[in-house]
């Protein structure tokens, strides 16, 4: 079973709309969850950090299950500028740098005109 | 000032060859990390350095080498190269809980 498990899509999504992804993770000592996003040809650069309580950014909603090892990212008026690679990363300790990050395969997200 | 800075930029090299990429990292940050994006888009760890002290190596083939100079740098030397090298590395670096990468080096072993 791999580490970080999303959909890799691709989501094809009309401007405006709202879109959901999810992913889950196999390790139950995770304790740092974080969403990352990358564009084509770039580094991955961090959208936002997931905690149980939930977490909103704008237009960005994230939410962590510690019992479903379950994670979601919810964008809400969705933009041309949105569309992108999403990356749903996980780390072993409390934020420590140590252990490094984990990564999902990400999931393409296509925001249509 | 560029947080993370890995050269060169592109690295393109024949088999067989020996290769190295530099990463700088003016953070002040104690770990750094280098990763490799193979062409599947997979991004998967390859080694940390904390302190000067290997932290991480995952199954990585011995041809592939840290060496950390100091704090601020950590650079990946490349034996031998084979044509399942060519992917896209990054380096990154973090005190805690952010991490910051670098725009990666895009090498192609023809």
């Known amino acids: 079973r791999k580490e970080v498990e999303q959909d890799p899509g691709p989501f094809n999504v009309p401007e405006g709309a709202t879109v959901a992804f999810n992913c889950t993770y196999s390790?139950?000592?995770?304790?740092?969850f974080f969403w990352y996003r990358q564009d084509c040809r770039k580094e991955p650069k961090l959208l936002m950090s997931?905690?149980?309580s939930g977490n909103e950014d704008g237009r960005f909603t994230a939410q962590l299950n510690r019992a479903s090892q379950y994670i979601s990212l919810l964008i809400r008026d969705s933009k041309l500028s949105d569309s992108a690679t999403y990356l749903c990363?996980?780390?072993?300790?409390?934020?420590?740098?140590?252990?490094?990050?984990?990564f999902g395969k990400g999931t393409h997200l296509i925001i249509q005109p | 000032d560029t947080a993370v800075s890995q050269t060169p930029k592109y690295l393109v090299t024949q088999m067989g060859n020996d290769k190295s990429i530099k990463c700088e990292q003016n953070?002040?940050?104690?770990?750094m990390y280098w990763y490799k994006q193979d062409s599947k888009k997979f991004l998967k760890i390859m080694f940390s350095?904390?302190?000067?002290?290997?932290?991480i190596n995952e199954t990585v083939p011995n041809r592939f080498s840290p060496k950390s100079p100091d704090k601020a740098h950590l650079n990946l030397h490349i034996n031998s190269l084979e044509l399942g090298d060519s992917a896209v590395y990054f380096c990154?670096?973090?005190?805690?809980?952010?991490?910051?990468f670098g725009s990666g080096t895009r090498l192609t072993v023809v």
């Open positions: 990154a670096s973090t005190r805690g809980r952010g991490y910051t």
């Open positions: 390790n139950s000592a995770s304790q740092s």
């Open positions: 997931v905690y149980s």
């Open positions: 990363v996980v780390t072993g300790y409390s934020g420590g740098g140590a252990d490094g990050l984990t």
């Open positions: 953070l002040g940050h104690d770990t």
């Open positions: 350095y904390n302190n000067k002290e290997l932290i």
